[in-house]
Each structure stands twice: as structure tokens, then as C-alpha cells.
């Protein structure tokens, strides 16, 4: 039985995934770990439920996969929230980690710097998570580490440029909703700085400790390594670098010789706190933690010492083995720590090196080197040193002991500073003096060496008692009684720099006194136990006038001692002076001249009972004394003292304000205990009141002072628990009350007044505390009269801000200044009420334009105070007397900031809600008071202003503390109608600058409260707008609406879709989706407006579809209707533009008032142009989607489908919107993709629809972005065909140009012309780079026309004329690389939709293959799974969301042009047209049908051939269009292997033409081309052939006539392969070199075979005309005198006038060709067989002689254009390039040519005879110009004669010495272009009877300069026509009929002759 699935609890609801699961079947969840989930239901061992990264989606999942977490349920919203029960700072961290983690991955992918960084802080957040969670942290380490966590989380976000976190001075986030705006934006203010200093690496400091002015070092010692093998002290302290002296007092440390401290107890508890250490102290220069070591033991440490056992160490103990001996110092530098660069921590351990005193070192040298030194290693030091960890405590002990109890016990040593802190707490009694022995000179005495001195301190009174238990080393020691020196060895100036604590009580310091005996220890034990003092030293504690000694050195006389006589109890010396100063001063006194006496004199002045001075002896010690009783002043010590000396009171009063302020505050209880004592006690009198008042203001202005300041707490303290005059008030108020009357009268007392201005705040504490104190006391008697005379006071303040004196100016304002800081005190013993009048009276006395800063300062201090935060009726009486002053101030831009602030403050304190009572009234005040005044100054403020925030924020806080009643209120207060226009109009405007943020983007919080706030109060102001501005109507005030709500929704900070879920559900869950509800009321605005809709027709429909855009579906369904609305307010307006329908006319579809309407427009054209143009910069802009489409489709489409009247126009338009977005979605997609092709792809869809519905300002806009984009992406030809669309817009006119033809890279161009001409001559320049020079000429032919017809610009004609020219001269000189073309095929719906199951054509780059192309187009596309076959896909491909791409190379199929039909075409020229201007392509791929034949794969061998048709040629306007019809068939077998030997001669004849042309050309492609042919076919190539189509089998199986004709077609293709083979075999052993020879032979032997069985089989073939060689025939004859006039001297050009008679007598039956390009010794004459006999047995060909093969060989060009270069001195020249047959018929049957008498040849040349070398044709050449070049382009003469394949080369002599007796035919007419006439009608490929041979036509591209010596060439003629167009054409010559008899060779002419004869038909 199946379970049911039933709720969980809500402690269930919770949970964290543990385990990753995938999903394998449908409803199940996927999960990650760390994911959290919430828990629906449960069903036995699963859950059901969502993850909180997805809400959207449910599933189950196994229960073990997810561990179940404590959670609390908050169902008060909208939906269920399901809330970790975890502290905040946990979850704070747990949703940034997941928030982080998403973008992590971005980063990753993108390799962005930041990854790592991001990285390493979640690392740190991770691990402080654990440590929270461990709640083992204590109170300070957990506030600590939360500090930390808030830190790097802001760091965090401001790297990943995330929204600003606001916090609260605890890190906890600040909750928007109860937090007032004004605080709201000072925390966004705060967290900006704090972020700003944590990315310069600022440490920020913790406030609370900024605001502690004590501070502690914490240090726990951990061990100390060092062999030492004696016990011995390690004082540690602290050190000052720069002044060399120490700072704290010694932390004794005892450690034993065993490497542990002496008391075991104290293990691993060895800590000390370092205390009272101030801001000073931690801002020190260098600060050095220093512990000496002192050895105790003997003199010396000797090795042997050292492995003394323990028993035997005891039972050898010697009485010098108590020396305390220096052994070294361990230094340590923590400066860094105290200052904060640093952080410090209790649990890290530092190590300090140690070093060892050497023989002669003080310890205060080996300090001072160490400091001075670099730092040492560890290895350095060899490990020996101290182990310690140091933290930075704030506060004072007590603090510290209770935020640090697990650091600091009762039990903690504390080592005070020596001096005090910067602050001393009242109760904070000390008494300490720190004694340090400095250093010492001591005479030898009568020792042989320096004496080792020991010194003995102790503290003796008056008596010579010693005090017991009064010294110390410092904290961590035991008291006592006498202190020991450390002892140096053999120092006559021992430096001991040893510090000493002396603690006795106060009683003790009176009398008392230091003495100092110094005692030599000898090393030699004996002797030390006999030694005895040999001097000493003292020094009283106290002064004579009872100060206490002086903090300085002091200078100490030392005395001998003579031990026999003197006795220690005596107490004899304290008669003389302990120190020089002292003997000096007796000296004196004694009328002596202290320098004239002499020692021995001195000694007798200062010697009794056994001691005498030793006047070069010195001892110099240094004294700090820390008391807070005994002082050291004077004059402080005689007020204190007053009672004992009353008659010195006056004398004392004064002096105590002489006295240096750090002694009083020291004394700053006893002190004021002094000046009330003083009060109180003479209260009959006021002999003292007016000094004791000014020693009071004094000591107040002294802790006012910034230096003293922080004892300001101590004073309080003292007033609150101390202070107990109860008497003084009375007195206090009546010297204050006649100073201040006295303020105009007694000039001399100004400045007490002033002071005491100044120091009203504590005056008043006084009064007050006093008052209070009396009260108590005598319950609460005389209170009237205190009253009474304290109302007197104040009202005697406020009198005084009326004075308009300059005399009292600093007077009124300080008490501005200070007055308002004792209204607190006041109020204790005041009515509030009456001090708010007195307030109102002080601020309203002061004179205008007088002190007005500091009346607004006092204004903002009032603002703060007890009596404006907690009295509503207090705020009644102030709030208006200070909105005027602020209304007044900042309607004049006079103390703006203030102003701000003090409005700021006071938003701050009404918001408070609870804790201040009723605040309506008091927002109505404000309101009405300021707030027009704080609009108008937004508006009139700089954008830049750094108050712009700030005066924002006001503008929010007042309207969102503004209820419905406030509006109301507001609204209705404006008196006049246009009084509230103006303010509607200005608050619209102010809302539209604001939605365009003024705050920072990452400001959140901030720009999300102020959209709430503004969509509160729009919805009022919308309201307000309906009731009183629409009869009658204002048009402007509702666009400003329409406006700004619209700017207010479309905003960026309220688009929910571009930020993460959880930014989402905050959002929402707070504000909900605030568009949605904007939206709303527009709608409802814009239905309110009747008939007055049409006059935002169509200027709002631009904000309306953004509006619409916006991805929310509720607003869509909303905001859509609005548009067929606007579709039909135009419709039905009146034609005139006036629209006077009833507003509600057209809300009804068939309503009769539209029938009736004749008059209406009946179309909506603006809202169409409108919405169209609105769609494409929207769209483009990011906006809109399908779903808006499919929306509008159906909203809009709908209402048309049933509208009567609009159903056809209105779905026409519907459809056009729906056509463009599908273009712009698809535009959109790409357009930020690195695909280019498929962004261009988009554009020229996109120009294509706009070129259709009519648009030419958009067809233009997108013809240049798709310009652009070719220009990026260096497409220069299809930017140039791009152009060429725009100029096909214009026209070769005059006429103005039109905006809509305009366009912004052209503004100078004012007409059609202008604009043509400049972009043709662009597209010619983008031709002329991308080398399409056949195309730019055209242009230019265009524009040549206009320059030389139009225009008439003949200087533009010139030019362009040049380049024409290079452009021809380009096309016949310049290699082009031939682009390759593909098929690409887009299969699968992943691909973009215009893309899908499409194929296209592309054109490749330049040098482009098949594999890059290929490389390139998978880099566009990486997810894409390129196909290796190219058979057509299933279903389960097309239609499947992966991308498939299936890549191909095609071959294009060159268009038949009739220009070029039957006429002989350059090879240069043709090429171009080989691969450009085409539209159809071709492919194949081998098919095998029957079994596979392993012995000939011929017979099976079938070819699927695909042609495809592109939908425009190529190149065009892109490098790919789409296949718009394909057409796929086969070819069988026998038709594959004849066109594969088609395209093998083909091969063989283009390779010949090539190498005959150049002698250049490497060997190695011939070679390996006719030996894969010749030797494929001993191995059985071409008997594949006959195997598979030639046998009985195959032509019993295949009886149709096609297959006889392709058998024997076959046939004869192998028989015509053979005289090509012959030939190219005959290049290759003319070209071969001798390393070639063997492969050579090898070739010819296997060719032999190969031709002779191929002969004998299918006939013997002759050569084709084309590959013929021209025979030159040498005739001795001379020309005629009638022929002269026909070959004209080489150096004249050939009549250009003439036309010949085709029949006449003298004309060739041979085709003429002249050759004018360069002079010959000889004519050509072509001599051929009879042409009708094409038998292959008949056919043969009279071939010519080795010199004549070689000259025709350099002369005469090949069919395929291939270049020709000289072999002789000639070689460097360019090659020429003949002409070509452009699709020649040569099947076609040449016409049959009358029979006339033939020329017959002496002699019958073939082509076997052997080709001399190039050496001896050299010799054999005439001494003329024949083989000269000229730099003049020579005319070339070319003479045609039907279909006839006969041709004649005639060239040029020098001249001529002898004629031939007949006539020669005329020449042809002189032209300058090609002469096309001699090609047949139908060409084919096959192979003609007739051979023809055409001379060649020398290229001008490839002239050189003229070679030296050589004769001028012929000039050309003047006459001849122009270029383009021609004016009177030249129609070419007929020829003669083509002979038929036999051919008579005329003798050779000598070769020595160089005047060739011209031979005639005879």
C-alpha cells in the first residue's frame, strides 16, 4: 500500500544538502552540496520540496541526502519564509558565499585577475563561519572576528562591484524599514569611506578603541632558549629607540639552569600586560621590546662550571657565587604592532633573537647594538632566544578584565608605564618612583685595577632606618628590601642602566631618603667575604620646600667610607648635600668661590664619623616619580596647602593659573576639592569668589582644551560622585550673572567673560549638582528663589545677544556656542517650557546678518538636546521659530551645508517614532515650512555638488514621513490654481532627476527606500492631478506625469530581472515589484483622459512601449491595451488634426458614431512611423522579448480581429510589428557576440525589411552599421557594395537632399549629387583595398561621365582618369589570390533561429583553406559538433537543441557573359570573373553502387554532384547569403572517368602553356604531374579504364547510343593525352637538370611504351591549335613598292583610318595578326594541313625550326594566359600575358574558304627536330631591335576572320630592304581596345581540327624602362578614339576566305639578313 506524502513540521522545514544528486528520472531534484532546500512534504525515506536557489521548481529526493537544520518559520508575508535559526552575522555569511560562489565561476570562465582574490576571501569566510559556529570564541574575540567578517565581506562586494552593505557601529545590517532615511544615507556615506580605505589597505580601527585612550601590551612568554648553566633573571621591557630610554617597567622572569623558570607553578602561565600605555606611546617613532639577562652566580662562567652536577653545585656554593653578571639581550622591534600594520594574536608565537654580552659589554651597549644591527635569524642566532606572543588590548584594567577575561586573570602580572597615562580616573591612587642607576666613576682606591662595583640600594628614613619591603624589579618580583647592581668586571665607569621600582606610602616619602653603598666583589671568594663598603651615596625624596624630587638625572656626591670608623645607623650625612647642585648652593652660602677651593679643602668641608667626600667620584642616577598626591609644582602645592598659610591664598589663586596644565590635571581632584573648599568656607564673604570663579573657568578651559580633553570623563566623574559643595551655586550665579552685565561696562573684564562663555557647560553642571546636593540635603528648601535667580541669569544671556558691539562679538558667540551643551543640566532644575522660551528669545535677540553661523550651529546643538527630542510641546514652541531661520537662510544660499544638517538632524530625531510622542504637527510644520524651499534649491543645485545626497535624502525624509492627511493638507494650503500647477510641475521634475539616480548604483538600500517613497507620493500627486487639472485640461502637467512615471519604472534599479534571486526576493518581499504597481496607475491616468488621449498621439508612444517592455508579464497584459487605444484615438481624429469626438466615441468598435464619422483620418500613420522607430531603438537598446511579441500579437492583434473599421489595416500593422521584432530580437542576440557574420547577417535582414515597408532613414541607419562592421572586420569589398546601396537612393541632380536620404558621416553634403559623388568615391577607394578594381572602374566610369558631361570638372576628371588607369594597369599587373567558397549547414535548433536548418555560401578570406575556415567558424561557435559526412541529417538532429555545423569547400561556376562571347579574352581578365560576380556553385562526393571491385574501383565509381544557387552573388553586401536552391544529381562511372580525363588534359595543357611561358617556373611540379600520369599508366592507370568500359561486357550491358558516344568520347581523350605528354615530356628535358636525367629517361621510356599502345588502340591525335608553335618564314624577296605603303617603318604606326576589302586581290586566305608591340627580323607565317580531313591518320602539322620555336615560344602566349619572359639578355623584363579563348566553340566546323592559290614552303619543318640551346639561338639573332623593349605601350593589331583558326603574325622591321611581288591585304584599322570578332558564336572545351595560333598581345602592366642602345619604339597614334565611351566606334576588317590548297614554302631567307619579305597568296 502506497504511503501518503504529508506535511513536515516547521523544525523540519529546513535543510542543507550533504550529498550531490543527479537526476536520472523525471520529478526528481537536483542537488549540490552546500545547497539549501526547503522541505514541503515527506513520504517514508524521501522529502518533497525546492531548492532556495529555485523556487519555480519541485521535486523529491532522498532524505540521507540532506542533513535537516533548526529553522524558524515567518508566515506574516505574502509567502511561507523559511529562516535558519542561526545568528545574523552566520547567515550573513552563508548568503554571501552563495552569492559569491555564482559569479566565482563567471570569473573562472572569463580568467578574470579578481578570481583568486574572491577566492582566497571565501576561504577566509569559511573558516571564520567554523570558528562562530564553534561557540568557543569569547565576548572579544567574537566582536573581533565579526568586525573582520563585515570587513572582507565589504571588500568582497565592492571588488565584484555588488551592492553596498549598510551597517549599524555593532556590523549588523541595518533594517530600511525602521531605520530613518537621513541615518540611511549617512550609513551608505560611512560604508563608501570605510570601502574606500580598506581598498587604499587603511586599517580601520575599531571606534570603541579609538575613543579608549589606554591600551595594552599583552605578552605570554612560551619559553626561552639559551645555555647559560647558572640561574639567571630575564626582564623584559619596554624600549624607546629614538630617545633610548625605557618606557615600562621591568616583568621579572626567574629561570633556572635547568632551561625552565625556577617556579614550576608559573609554567606556562608566564604573561604580563604591559599598561597604561597611550596614543602617544603607540605612535612612537620605534618601540622595541627588550629582555636583558643577568646571570647569578660567580664572577666568571668557566666551562668546567657548567658540567658540575646539581649536588655538587650545592655542597660547593661560595659566597661570590650571588653576583648578578650581565649575559645578554633579546631585542625585538614591535612597532609595527602597536600602530596597527600588524594585526596582532595571542595564539601566534614570535621568536626574538638573542645576543650575548661579550667581555666588555654593558648591557646598555649590547641594547644599542642590536637596534643598530640588522634583524637576526633564527639559524642565525642558533635557535638561542626567547619564544613570546604579544596582543593589543584597548582600555583601562578594568576594561580589560572584563573583555578579556581569558586573557587577563587576577593573577596577571601588570608592568605600569613608568609615568602616567594619558588619563588618571579619580580613585586611581599611585605612589610610585622609579630609581634607575645610570653609571658611576670610582677612583681605584687602593686596588691595582678597577674595582668590580656592586651597588646597594636601600630606602632609609630621617632616622637611618631602613624601610622594609619597598623595592622591586618591577611587575612578576617579589618586594625588597635592599636592591643589588649587576656587577662589571674591571670598570672604573661601571654604566649600569638598571631600573628599580620603589613603592612606600606617602607618610614615607617626607624624610625619607635613597643610600647608595658601593662595595667591590672580588672573584676570589675569600676576599670578597672580607670586602666591606668603600663608599656611598644618598639622595632625599623630598625637596626643601616640600616638592617632591624632580623627574631629571641627578648628579650624586659619593663619600668614602672609612669602615673602621663608620657606623651605617648614623645619619650624620644627611647634613651635607647629596648632590653637586646641593654642594654648589652650600658652597655658596659658605662665602666661598666655588672655583678656587681646593679638594682637600672640600674634603674637610664634608667629612664626619667616617666618611668624607670624594670630590672625582661621581654617581648619576634617574628619577620618575608617578604620584597623584605629591607634586612637584610649587604653586599647586600651596593651594592645596592654603589652610596651612591663608594670607598666601590670593598669591596662590593666581599662580594656579601660571601653573603648567599636565601638574593640575594630575591634582585635578584635589585641586577643585581645594577651590569649593575655599568657597565654603568664606560664604559671608566675597573677598575670593571673583578668583576662585576664575581659577575654576580655568581649570575648565584646561580640560576643554583638545590636549586635555580626555579628562572630561574624569570631571564628570568627579561632579557626579566627588563633588559635595553644597553652598556654591548661589555664589557661582551671581559672579556669572555680574560678569555678564558688566559685559558693556567693564570692557577689562571681556575676556573672563569670555572664558566663562566658554566654559558654561560645566559651570552650569556645577550650579546644578550643587543645587541638587542642597536640595537633598535640606529638602529641597529655597527652590523659588533658585529659580528665580537662575531665570534671572539666563534671561541675562539672552539680553546680551542684543548688543550690536563689537566689544562683545566673541562673546555672544561662544555663548552660542556653548549654552546649548547646559540645557541638559538646566533642565534638571528648570521648567522646560520657560527654557524653550528663553531658547527662542536667545536665537531671535541675536541681530540679523550677525553671528549667523553660529546662531544656526547653536540651532542644530538645540536640535540634539534632551528638551527637542523628548518634549512634543517644546518642539510646538522651537520648531517654527527654527524653520524660519532655515526657510529664510536657504531661500538666501547662506550657510547651506548648515542648514542641511540641522534639517537632517531634525528628520533624524522625528523619526524616532515611540520614544519622542505625537509628531504630526511637527511634520506638518516642516512641511509647510521648508519644503517648497528644499525643491527649489534641488533644482537650482550644480548636479556635481557633494550636498546634492544630502538635500535628496530631506526631500525623501519629509515625504516619507508625510501621511494622507499631510498630502491633503498640503495640497489644499496652496491658495490659487496655478500656485499648485507650478508646484506640481517643479516636485515632477525634481522626481524625474532623482529616478535617474542620484545616489551611487551600489547604493541599494538607499534608491530603493526613495522609489517606495516616490511611488507613495506620485499615486497622491496623481490623484490630485485628476481632480483638479483635467477640466480644464493641462496638457503639460499630464506629459510631465506620463513622464516621470514612466522614467520613475524603466529606472535600473527596479528591473528585478538583471539581479540574482535572493537581490529579487528581498526586494520584493520589502517593496514588492513597485513597476507593476506604477504601471497600474498610468493606465488608469491615461483612461481618465477622454478626449484629450489624442494629443499624445504619437509623441507618447515611445514611453509607453518602453514602459511595455519592461519583462513583466501582469504589466504587459496592463500597458499593452494602451496602444490599440492610441491606434484608434488616431483613426477616428478628424482629418483637419482637430479632434472634437465625444471622449468616449471609440471605445466601442461598431459604435455608430464611427460609421456616421466621415471625416475621420481613418488611418494612424504617426503611431505607426512612431511605434516602428521606437521598436528599433528600444529593442536594439536591450529591451524587449518573445514574450512581448507573442503578447502584442495577441492583445493588439485580437482587438483589431473584431474592430469593423481598423481589422485590415489594423492586423497589416500587427504583423509588420511582429515581422521587425523577430528581426531586432535576432539582431539583438548577436549583436554583442564576437560572431560578426552573423551581426552583419541580422543587419542586412533588418535593412532589408525596412527597405521594403519604406523607411529609408532606418534602411540608411542600418546600411552604415553594416558598413562599419565590414570596416572592422577589413571587408573592404562588401562595405563598398553597402555604399552602393545608399548611392542607388540618389540621384545625379541638383536637388536639395532630403533628411530622410541624410546621413551624420556626411553633414556637408546638401544635395543628391554632393552626397553621390562623395560616396562613390568611397566605394572606389574600398574596391581599389580590396583589389575589385573591375567593379570600382565601373563606378568611376559613372562618375567620369558626370565630371566630363555634367559638370564639367576637369581637374576631379583627371585624376579620377589616372586612377582608372591604375586600376587596368592593377588588373593586368597584380596577383590576386582567389577566394575559396563553403557550404555551411546549421543544423539543430541551438544555433540562433535565423541560422536554424539553414545552409549558406561563404566566401573565404584571402589565403583562406578549408581547415581554417573551418577552425574559425568552430571558434564562433565551440559548443557546435562538426559533421564529417554530407549526407543530409534525420530528425533527430534538426530538431534536437545541440548545434551541428557541416562544412564543405564548393567550387563557383563562372556566369556566361555575351560581352566576351566569341572573343579572345586576357587570361587576367577572365580569372577575375572565375570567382567573383558568381551565384552558382558546385560540389561532389563519390558514391559506390554494386560490389566493390578491388582490382579497379573505376567500374563503380558514381559522382553525386550538388549544384547550389545563392540568393544574391557573391561578393555582395556579405561574405555568405543563403542557399535558395539546391540541385542534386549523379554521374555514372563512364561519364566520372571522362571528365576525370578531361580535367587531366586540361592539367597537362595549362602546365605546358605555363612553362612555355616561363622559364622560371620550378621543374618539380611537371615532373611529379607527368610522372603520376605516365607512370600510373605502365601500372595499369588508363588499363583501369579499358578493364571497366572497354570490354565486351561492359558494351553488351550498356547498348544505348549515349554510352557509344561516351565510350568512344573516352577514347579519345586517352589518344589526345598523348601529344600533350609528348610536349610537357619535351619541356621537362629541355628544363631538367642533370640530377634529373635518370628520372627523366625513366619517364621518356615509360612514355614510349604508353604511347605506342595507346596509338595503336585508339589512333594517333595531333596537337591542338592552341599549344602549336607559329612557323616564321624567311622570304629573300623584297616588298613591292605598293606594299610599302602598307607595312609602314617600325618606327610609325599603321593608318588608322583604313578599312580593307575582305576580297580583293591582295589579301591573305591566312587570319593577319600584326604584331606593333616589338620589331622582328622575320615574318610569321602559320602553314597548316588542309582542315577538312580530321582524320588522326591524316592529321599532321608542318612544324617549324628550333630558332623559330624558340622565337614563337617567347612571343606568343598560351590559351590560359599564362605570363611569358624572355630567355636571352632579356630574362629580368615582365612577362607578357597572352589573350585567351573566352568559351571558344572548337567543335564548331569552320567556314568553308574559297579556294584560292595557297603559299607553298620551301622547306617542311617538324617538330622533332632537336631545339638548339639558348646560346646558339642568341648567336642566330639579327643585330636589329626585334627582341628590344620600349617603355611607349605599342598598339597591337589583330585581324579576324569568321570562325577561321588561321592566323598570320607579322612583325615589324627597321626596314625594309626587300618586297614580296604581290599585294599584301591591308591593315586593320588602329584600335585601342580589344578586338573580340575572331570568337566563335559556341565554344566547347573539346579538342578542334583547326589549330590556331594567336599572336601575342603585350601587356603594358608589365613594361620596363627602354635597355641602352636599342632603338626608340613606334610611336602610337594621336588619333586614335578615347577610352570610354568611344564617339565614332571602329568596326574591324573583314579577312579573305581561308585557302584550301597546298602550301608553297618559299626559300629561307639567309639568317645574316635582318629585312624580313612579306609572303602573298599566290
Known sequence: ?????????????????????????????????????????????????????????????????????????????????????????????????????????????????????????????????????????????????????????????????????VRDESGNILNPEITSTIDLYRAHEAATERIKQLALNIDIKNKRSSTRYNHNLYVTVRNFVCRIGEDADLLMTLYDCKECTFISENYLVKWGKEGLMRDLDQLNNLRVVFADLGTKDLAREKVYLICQTIRIGGMELKEEQRNVRKSHHQNMKRASDGLRRPFGVAAMDITDFLNGKIETNEDAQHFIPFSQCAERDSLDTVIRKMISAREISQKECKGQGLFLSIKLLHGDQKQIREEYAHLVSPFTSVARKMGFPEVILPGDIRNDLYLTLVSGEFSKGSKKSERNVEVTVKVCNEKGQTLQNCLSFGAGSELMTEYKSVVYYHEERPKWMETLKITIAIEEFYGGHLKFTFRHRSSNDNKDKIEKPFAMSFVNLMNENGTTMSDKNHDLLVYKVDNKKWDEKDVSYLNFPSTREEMEKKIMNSNYNINQIGVKQLTNMFQANGIQISPRDLFTISTVVCSTKLTQNIDLLGLLKWKSSPENLKSNLLALMKVDGEEVVKFLQDTLDALFEVLMENTDSDTYDNLVFEALIFIIGLISDRKYQHFRPVLDLYIEQNFSATLVYNKLIVVLKSYIEKVNLMPESQDVLLRAMKSLEYIFKFIVRSRILFAALNGGKGKIQFE?????????????????????????????????????????????????????????????????????????????????????DCRSILLPVINDHLRVLLERKEEFELCVRILSDMLVVLSNGRDIGPTQNDISDIMLSVLRTVIQSFIDMDRENPLIGNVVAIIIGILRQMTPYHYNQYINHFQTRTDLLDFLMEILIVFRDLVRIVFQKDWNEMILLQN????????HFAHCIRDHFLHPFEVQLWNNFFHCAISFLTQESLQLENFSQNKRNKIIALYKDMRREMAFEIRSMWFNLGQYKIQFVPSMVGPFLEMSLIPEIELRKATIPIFFDMMQCEFYSPKSGAYALHSGSYHSNDSPSHQRNSECKANFKFFENEMIAQLDALIEGGRGDEQFKDLFLEIVGTNCEHHSAMRESGLFFVRTVVRLMRRLLEYRSVVNEENKESLMSCTV??????????????????????????????????????????????????????????????????????????????????????????????????????????????????????????????????????????????????????????????????????????????????????????????????????????????????????????????????????????????????????????DNEFAN????????????????????????????????????????????????????????SDSNLPINPLSLALNGIVDAAVMGGIVNYEKAFFTDEYVANHPFRKDQEGINRLKDLIAEQMPLLEVGIAIHKERAPPSLRPFHDHMEEAFAKLKYNVEERYGKRSLPEDLAEKINVKIRRGFSEKMRHVIPNSHSSAPTGQVYDRNSSGSLSNELTINSGKTSRSISVWVKQNSSNNSSNQSSTTLFSSSTLSKLKRNNASKEGIHLRRQSNESGSPAHTAPMWYAPDLLAKPEQPTERPVIELSEHLTSHRPLRIEYERRLSRPNSGQFRTHNTHSPTRSLSHGASSNSLSISHSNSLNEVIDDKPPPLPVKQSYADYSNLPENGTNGVTTDLTLVSPKRNSANMTSTPKHKPPPPLPDNSSPPLSPPLSPRIPPELPKKPYRSVITPPVVPSNQSNPQIIEDL
Not at 501518503?4 to 523525471?26: E, F
Not at 523556487?55 to 509567502?79: C, E
Not at 577589413?1274 to 546621413?1303: F, G, V
Not at 596577383?1375 to 536554424?1396: N, S
Open 788 to 872: 528665580e535667580s537662575l531665570k534671572e541669569l539666563l534671561q541675562s544671556i539672552t539680553s546680551m545677544m542684543l548688543s550690536t558691539s563689537e566689544n562683545t562679538l566673541l562673546v555672544q558667540g561662544a555663548c552660542l556656542k556653548y549654552f546649548p551643551f547646559a540645557l541638559t543640566d538646566i533642565l534638571c532644575v528648570f521648567n522646560e517650557k520657560d527654557l524653550c522660551y528663553i531658547l527662542t528669545d536667545l536665537i531671535n535677540n541675536v541681530p540679523v546678518d550677525r553671528l549667523t553661523k553660529q546662531k544656526m550651529m547653536c540651532v542644530n546643538d538645540i536640535v540634539h538636546c534632551e528638551l527637542f527630542v523628548k518634549y512634543a
Open 1501 to 1556: 565509381m558514381w559522382i553525386e554532384r550538388t549544384k547550389l544557387l545563392t540568393s544574391y552573388a557573391l561578393p555582395g553586401i556579405l561574405r555568405r547569403f543563403p542557399v535558395t536552391q539546391t540541385n542534386t544529381f549523379e554521374l555514372n562511372p563512364l561519364e566520372n572517368a571522362i571528365e576525370t580525363m578531361e580535367k587531366s588534359n586540361n592539367k597537362i595543357k595549362r602546365m605546358i602553356i605555363q612553362y612555355r
Open 1012 to 1019: 517606495s517613497v516616490l511611488l507613495n507620493a506620485l499615486r
Open 1 to 165: 500500500m502506497m504511503t501518503k506524502w504529508t506535511p513536515v513540521a516547521d523544525s523540519d522545514k529546513y535543510g542543507i544538502v550533504v550529498s550531490n544528486l543527479k537526476p536520472i528520472l523525471p520529478h526528481r531534484l537536483r542537488l549540490t552540496i552546500g545547497d539549501a532546500v526547503r522541505i514541503i512534504e515527506e513520504c517514508g525515506d524521501w522529502y518533497y520540496g525546492h531548492c532556495l536557489s529555485d523556487r519555480n521548481y519541485l521535486g523529491i529526493f532522498p532524505k540521507n541526502y540532506v542533513f535537516i537544520k533548526d529553522a524558524v518559520v515567518d508566515n506574516t508575508g505574502v509567502h511561507e519564509v523559511v529562516i535558519p535559526r542561526e545568528p545574523p552575522i552566520i547567515q550573513e555569511i552563508t548568503s554571501v558565499i552563495r552569492e559569491w560562489g555564482v559569479i566565482w565561476t563567471k570569473l573562472y570562465v572569463t580568467s578574470n585577475p579578481n578570481f583568486k582574490v574572491i577566492r582566497e576571501m571565501m576561504y577566509e569566510l569559511i573558516t571564520w563561519r567554523k570558528q562562530i559556529m564553534s561557540g568557543t570564541l569569547p565576548a572579544d574575540e567574537m566582536k573581533e572576528l565579526k568586525q573582520k567578517v563585515t570587513a572582507k565581506i565589504d571588500q568582497g562586494n565592492a571588488i565584484l562591484i555588488l551592492d553596498l552593505v
Open 1245 to 1494: 535582414n533588418l535593412l532589408e525589411f525596412y527597405n521594403e515597408i519604406e523607411r529609408k532613414e532606418m534602411y540608411i541607419r542600418y546600411l552604415y552599421k553594416l558598413c562599419d562592421l565590414h570596416l572592422e572586420c577589413d571587408n573592404y569589398i562588401e562595405a563598398a557594395y553597402t555604399l552602393a546601396l545608399h548611392a542607388k537612393l540618389l540621384k545625379w541632380s541638383d536637388d536639395s537632399l532630403p533628411q530622410l536620404l541624410r546621413n551624420n558621416k556626411y553633414p556637408e553634403c546638401e544635395t543628391h549629387r554632393d552626397l553621390k559623388e562623395h560616396l562613390y568615391n568611397e566605394i572606389i577607394e574600398h574596391f581599389d583595398k580590396g583589389k575589385l578594381w573591375e567593379t570600382g572602374i565601373s563606378y568611376c566610369k559613372e562618375i567620369i561621365y558626370q565630371y566630363e558631361s555634367e559638370i564639367f570638372d576637369y581637374m576631379h576628371l583627371s585624376s579620377l582618369l589616372q586612377r582608372m588607369a591604375v586600376f587596368y594597369d592593377n588588373i593586368m599587373k597584380q596577383a590576386r589570390p582567389e577566394p575559396e567558397y563553403f557550404r555551411v549547414a546549421y543544423y539543430g535548433r541551438g544555433f540562433p533561429t535565423f541560422l536554424q536548418n539553414k545552409t549558406f555560401v561563404y566566401r573565404g578570406k584571402e589565403y583562406e583553406r578549408l581547415s581554417e575556415f573551418s577552425g574559425r567558424l568552430l571558434n564562433q561557435f565551440p559548443n557546435a559538433q562538426l559533421m564529417t559526412k554530407l549526407d543530409p541529417p534525420g530528425d533527430d538532429i534538426t530538431e534536437s537543441n545541440g548545434q551541428y555545423l557541416q562544412i564543405n569547400k564548393v567550387d563557383p561556376i563562372m556566369q556566361e557573359r555575351d560581352k566576351f562571347r566569341g572573343k579572345s579574352v586576357h587570361e587576367q581578365i577572365v580569372r577575375y570573373y572565375r570567382v567573383n560576380e558568381v551565384q552558382k556553385f558546385t560540389y561532389s562526393r563519390p558514391l559506390r553502387k554494386g560490389g566493390r571491385d578491388s
